[in-house]
């Protein structure tokens, strides 16, 4: 029927007595009391804040925590996690609800909120087999409808007024992504030195500011166990005001890059049925979000940044590799597509 996943835990104690005892206090302290000893298993999986299922008697959270040791500056924003999930509940963008937020580094080392965990299917191959053509086109519309739904949203009466700034944001993202890329380097990759001359240059004008996710993939959202509708988006670490354009082409990567971990549309000689082309998908999320043309205009710069802003993004996975505190086993094998991914920004500079 789908190609939903089911979480993997790592063989390692999540925390040590004494963490979860204190972890158990506050759970009982802020949320409510349970029955039993409460379990708590990491997720194998996710290469930034280590996560984990943390089980309170019948209730189930979801655990989010800053990663040990030495981090990069403004990287692993749990707080900034936990305040949009805050935001955004009761909105027309489904999210898990947000419990509590523990910056207090005598509970755990280092700050962590819980969220509610929200039951349905996180599915990981963008083929999507094992379902009919008509679902696979249902799952892709109503990832455009909510993409759409995420770049209306009102963040001023929300509270988000602070979140970020209006305007410049891609000359933002790029003096961030290329300071943290140089923090993190560890050989020179001629794509990407031609990235951080060419970007800047280049900058198309933004046409308006929107509440964006940064990380918007199928892997990041929950569907309903039977339905084709998504009942949560996860993992707002990169979330901020910015170009809603921008963070969509971002979630147009599918059809342009092989990640490694999870099965993208990159490199299929045809579609499987039901599933739209890029094109196909842009002019769903413009109907989706009321603009009058199909297409998007500076469609390949969009592209070509947001494939140098994951270049940085795996580069600093590859660093906490090599110093010994990524928070997933695969991490080494990211590291190497890095040149890969610079080199796919690279060739987007070219196509008009």
């Not at 949320?31 to 999986?45: K, N, P, S, T, Y």
């Not at 509940?89 to 080392?109: F, H, K």
């Not at 083929?127 to 001023?156: K, N």
């Not at 929300?158 to 290329?178: F, H, I, K, P, S």
């Amino acid at each position: 029927m789908n190609n939903s996943s089911t979480p993997t835990f790592t063989t390692a104690s999540a925390f040590d007595p004494a963490q979860t005892s204190a972890l158990d206090a506050l759970i009982r302290r802020e949320i409510g009391a349970f029955d039993g000893a409460l379990r708590v298993r990491q997720v194998e999986g996710g290469q930034s804040n280590p996560t984990f299922i943390v089980d309170a008697g019948t209730r189930r959270l979801v655990l989010r925590r800053k990663p040990p040791g030495v981090l990069l500056p403004s990287a692993h924003a749990v707080e900034r996690e936990f305040r949009v999930l805050r935001a955004l509940e009761g909105s027309d963008v489904p999210v898990p609800r947000a419990r509590v937020l523990c910056e207090d580094p005598a509970v755990l080392g280092s700050t962590f909120y819980l969220m509610d965990f929200v039951e349905g299917r996180i599915l990981t191959d963008q083929t999507l087999p094992g379902m009919a053509a008509a679902e696979r086109r249902a799952h892709y519309a109503e990832m455009a409808r909510v993409m759409a739904a995420l770049h209306s949203v009102d963040w001023r009466s929300r509270g988000l007024g602070d979140y970020g700034r209006e305007g410049r944001y891609v000359e933002r993202q790029l003096d961030r992504w290329t300071r943290q890329y140089r923090a993190s380097e560890t050989s020179r990759i001629d794509a990407m030195e031609r990235l951080i001359e060419w970007l800047p240059v280049h900058v198309p004008p933004q046409e308006s500011t929107s509440l964006v996710h940064g990380d918007f993939r199928l892997d990041n959202l929950v569907f309903h166990p039977t339905e084709p509708r998504i009942v949560a988006v996860l993992d707002w670490e990169l979330s901020t005001l910015g170009d809603p354009l921008v963070d969509f082409a971002y979630h147009c990567l599918a059809w342009r890059l092989q990640l490694g971990t999870h099965r993208t549309l990159a490199g299929l000689d045809l579609l499987p049925e039901g599933i739209p082309t890029e094109a196909q998908h842009v002019a769903d999320y413009c109907r989706a979000s009321g603009r009058s043309d199909a297409r998007i205009a500076h469609w390949h710069y969009h592209l070509a940044f947001n494939m140098f802003r994951l270049a940085a993004i795996q580069q600093g996975v590859a660093r906490r590799a090599l110093d010994g505190n990524a928070a997933n086993s695969r991490a080494a094998a990211v590291a190497a597509r890095v040149q890969a991914t610079a080199e796919a920004g690279w060739a987007a500079t070219k196509e008009s």
